[in-house]
């Protein structure tokens, strides 16, 4: 039996015939969270909390709402939400807010010592104009692409960071005061860096787990279930947020990892990485935010030592933040040094690329898009793809959440890894799906979540 998350999925996919069904709520009827906050005590926005650069993933809707949860820093003990626009933290609540909205969470001892509790919802109001029913999914991404800015930010500062996917949703939103299209999605805690419950949850996997909700489901829903009454949500995105929920955590499964299989093939070892991380972290201050351009590339051959760089600089954001092994990562070779042209599979615990195929046509690659001029000259694309059914056997239909927010995570990483070393990665929301996993002999048990395009910038 097939699981929600799939037929979610394939309703969403570009296809050269349709998008899915359309989006039949009435937005404008819904009442929207007010983000004004009128009459709340307002402090100056540090660097501690702003992340260095906005993401870019998000094409600029801004459909990422943050609060921070916070404790023992410059700002009393409380919760406030992250106003970017003015530069500001609101504060909402104080201590007892505070200790209610970390009640959602497990590992209770764990999260109370956090200094601060970064908490991501998605404002699906903001994106659902340009994606319709892929709204949800892409919002999911985006919430992952703000992640990784905060995990980078962290890591540059010294600090220890923690990813939370696994929370009682309802939870959150009550002690949020969110409104009906606002839903949490992921969250992020940061300790100081000599803390010993940082450094002792190193070690027990905190970070690791993902909370499976597999346990409190009615077996899923899939085509001709009538185990949930579907008429009762106006899209498909909303009963698809109702299936990921988790309403208690004492019913759920803690899962560490899931193994991934390696393709066979021959082997690509990577060179070393072209600057340190420290380099790397370092840099990530000097950079500004820049605006997504959407043209073709210059054309142009990448270094091997970039390229093997981009790829190892993946780890620094945390390649399995969320679900560790949802995400398979292809590489499609166009033009990068001492590399063959094909399609190859990333291992990032062996530092190799794998080749699958030598179908790297660049002209058959790109009218796989709806718009074949933005993806010219291309030197190389990363296509990252998951089994749905095996991760839902696995996590229940929160894993296609936590899928989500691994490929957000990892377009972030890769489009500043380009910036620092003066290239343009960017993600292409819209593309032909059966065509372009055709054209790559990508298995017919995978789907592909999202597909990152590096190159040289028109200037």
Not at 143 to 157: E, Q
């Amino acid at each position: 039996m097939r699981y929600f998350s799939e037929i979610y999925h394939e309703s969403t996919q570009y296809i050269p015939h349709g998008s899915g069904d359309p989006v039949i709520m009435h937005w404008e009827k819904q009442s929207y969270a007010d983000k004004r906050y009128v009459n709340c005590p307002r402090y100056p926005l540090t660097s501690g909390f702003m992340p260095v650069l906005s993401p870019v993933s998000a094409d600029y809707l801004d459909p990422v709402a943050i609060y921070a949860v916070v404790r023992g820093v410059d700002v009393p003990d409380g919760v406030y939400y992250v106003d970017c626009d003015e530069n500001k933290l609101v504060m909402l609540g104080g201590d007892d807010a505070r200790k209610a909205v970390l009640l959602a969470f497990p590992e209770q001892e764990f999260v109370r010592e956090a200094e601060t509790v970064f908490i991501y919802t998605g404002l699906l109001e903001r994106a659902v104009w340009r994606f319709r029913e892929a709204a949800y999914r892409q919002v999911q991404m985006d919430v992952g692409a703000a992640c990784a800015n905060t995990i980078l930010l962290a890591k540059s500062r010294g600090q220890k960071v923690f990813t939370l996917g696994g929370f009682v949703d309802d939870s959150i939103a009550v002690a949020l005061k969110l409104g009906a299209t606002e839903m949490p999605m992921a969250a992020v805690a940061i300790f100081p860096e000599k803390s010993m419950v940082a450094f002792n949850s190193v070690d027990d996997g905190v970070g690791e787990f993902a909370y499976s909700n597999h346990a409190e489901m009615n077996a899923y829903v899939g085509e001709g279930e009538s185990s949930f009454e579907i008429s009762r949500y106006p899209s498909r995105f909303m009963l698809q947020n109702h299936l990921e929920n988790i309403d208690d955590l004492n019913l759920c499964m803690k899962v560490r990892r899931l193994n991934a299989q390696a393709l066979p093939g021959d082997e690509f070892p990577l060179t070393p990485s072209k600057f340190t991380n420290e380099y790397y972290l370092r840099e990530l201050w000097y950079l500004r935010p820049d605006r997504k351009v959407c043209t073709s590339f210059t054309h142009g051959t990448l270094d091997l030592d970039d390229f093997s760089s981009m790829l190892r600089w993946l780890e620094l954001a945390q390649l399995n933040a969320f679900g560790a092994g949802l995400i398979k990562i292809w590489i499609v070779v166009f033009d990068v040094m001492f590399v063959y042209t094909g399609v190859y599979r990333y291992i990032p615990v062996r530092k190799s690329i794998y080749m699958q195929s030598g179908s790297a046509n660049p002209k058959r690659f790109n009218k796989c898009f709806v718009v074949p001029e933005q993806v010219q000259n291309a030197m190389f694309a990363v296509v990252l793809t998951s089994n749905l059914n095996e991760s839902c056997k696995v996590l229940g239909n929160r894993g296609y959440r936590y899928m989500n927010l691994n490929s957000g995570v990892l377009a972030e990483s890769l489009y500043v890894s380009a910036r620092l070393l003066n290239k343009t990665a960017r993600e292409e929301h819209f593309f032909y799906h059966d065509e372009l996993k055709k054209l790559l002999d990508i298995p017919e048990t995978e789907s592909i979540i999202s597909t990152v395009v590096v190159g040289k910038a028109t200037r």
